[in-house]
């Protein structure tokens, strides 16, 4: 797909490549720092869903650098190594898990937690949406595990149908909260950033990974009063930075043609890899109709 459509279309995708970025994604993460200083006196980082490591590879040169700074990066996935971030093959919904992140801390807590991750999409509106906001509760439930008092957490958000629930359960925890929307995630994307700073739980609040917080028995498009949280909307990224919605010429500004540069981390073992394999060697099955099925579908053909 890079190189006849996307690649050359999609600035964000195009510069990550030039500069050395493993996803696009990185752009999102720089312009989230520049609105709020995220990376200001962060020694332990933690990035969830962090394959194939963009956001990790900005931890390790925002933070790496400081003496004593730490980055921990966990996914599913397999990523490739990463210089000064510690790699935890792992699912962000277990215990173990926060067991883990915690370990390489030496018992010490993250003074940040980021999480950019997203569950396979399946099409299905609203099954993604809910799926995506599960996925963050878990990193939040994740983050109660290994964050600091007075810590930040910075995760992706759909604005869908669960939003004014997550934002009132994110305030739960937090003194402030922020849906931030950086230039380079597009417009038509239903796409966010939740920031949240200054942790802050109830007190006796004890954290439990077993428990899930999306509750859909709960209508909470009847909250009321300071129980309907209405969070801030910050758009963040310098405005001359490009619009991510747009499609690039290919000719560049210095008159020079373009020329392909392939991915600086393809994903090591994607979970599509096999289905390529078997698609070049004509081996994917195809999905056959029954037969009734393709005749009623012809019969039922307007005439
Ligand atoms: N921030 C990354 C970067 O900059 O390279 C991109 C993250 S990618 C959009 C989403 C990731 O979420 C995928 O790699 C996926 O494996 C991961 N993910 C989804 N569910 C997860 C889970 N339960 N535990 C850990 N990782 C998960």
């Known amino acids: 797909m890079g190189r006849t459509s996307k690649d050359k279309r999609d600035v964000y995708y195009r510069l990550a490549k030039e500069n050395g970025w493993r996803a696009r994604s990185a752009f999102k993460l720089l312009q989230l720092d520049e609105e709020f ?19 990790s590879q900005v931890l390790s040169q925002k933070i790496g650098g400081q003496s004593s700074g730490q980055v921990v990066a966990v996914d599913l996935q397999a990523m490739a190594p990463l210089p000064g971030v510690i790699q935890i093959q792992g699912d962000i919904t277990k215990l173990s898990t926060a067991k883990e992140i915690i370990q390489h801390f030496e018992g010490c807590p993250a003074d940040l937690v980021v999480c950019d991750g997203a569950p ?15 996925l963050l509760l878990a990193a939040l439930n994740i983050a109660t595990h290994v964050l600091k008092l007075g810590g930040c957490f910075v995760a992706k958000i759909f604005r869908g149908r669960d939003v004014t629930l997550l934002y009132s359960q994110l305030r739960i925890f937090f003194s402030s909260v922020l849906c931030a929307k950086p230039k380079s995630s597009r417009n038509s994307s239903i796409e966010a950033f939740a920031v949240c700073q200054g942790y802050d739980p109830p007190e006796g609040f004890i954290p439990d990974l077993t428990r899930p917080l999306l509750d859909h028995s709960y209508d909470f498009n009847e909250l009321h009063g300071p129980a309907r949280f209405i969070v801030p909307f910050v758009a963040c990224g310098d405005l001359s930075a490009y619009d991510s919605d747009c499609s690039y010429p290919l000719d560049l500004e210095d008159g020079s043609e373009y020329k392909y540069t392939p991915p600086t981390q393809p994903p090591i073992a994607p979970p599509y890899q096999e289905a390529c394999k078997l698609k070049k060697n004509g081996q994917l099955a195809k999905e056959s109709l029954p037969k009734e099925c393709s005749i009623n579908k012809v019969d039922n053909l307007p005439q």
């Open 120 to 134: 396979d999409v399946t099409g299905l509106h609203d099954v993604d949406d809910y799926m995506q906001a599960q």
């Open 37 to 55: 200083n995220l990376f200001q006196g962060v020694k332990r980082a933690v990035d969830l869903c962090a394959a194939p490591g963009s956001w």
